[in-house]
């Protein structure tokens, strides 16, 4: 048996992170394999894949694979992938990052989150909620700007109210909200 050329072969197969092949004469080989755990799915041009928890893309959506994650977006598109990939790991990685802080503050379970958007100015918007509710961050820490927009949602959802947008990007004046209702 090839080893070498089998760890190669499982290691082709994109949900397979790390396998290792070992031999014990005279006839048992061992294998052990690390599959990747989806975390998000990342919107590339037209094109959307799986990200693993560290940001790794490493495969695109296809019929069968889970779509119950958070999608990020404003990475641009498929060429990226190729010419950037330690970037586009990086915010993607700071995308999950994010989407992980806003769930651990303990968000209104009324606006659950949809989509971590990157813009241009390489801050952060986060899309929540079935009425998509968009809560501009702008750059970070994000920390305060997440506890103040789960305060901010938790009015709006008591006041029966509907935002469009809330603003937490103001970085002349951090402590100030504006939320345009619908």
Known sequence: ??????????????????????????????????????????????????????????????????????????????G?????????????????????????LGAPKSFPLQEVHVTDEGGMSLVVGRDAVVLALGKGPYRTKLERASRVLSEIDRRKGQASIVFLDNEAHPERVVARMR
Do not use: N
């Open 1 to 78: 048996v090839d080893l070498e050329g089998a760890r190669r072969g499982l290691l082709a197969d994109p949900w397979i992170e790390r396998a290792t092949i070992t031999r014990k004469l005279p006839g048992t080989v061992h294998v052990t394999i690390s599959e990747r755990e989806p975390a998000a799915i990342v919107s590339l041009g037209d094109t959307l894949y799986l990200s693993a928890a560290g940001g790794e893309v490493f495969k695109r959506l296809e019929p069968g694979d889970p779509t119950d994650l958070v999608v990020v977006t404003g990475l641009g598109g498929e």
């Open 80 to 104: 990226e992938l190729v010419r950037d990939r330690d970037g586009v790991r990086s915010l993607v990685r700071r995308a999950q990052d994010l989407a992980a802080d806003y769930e651990r």
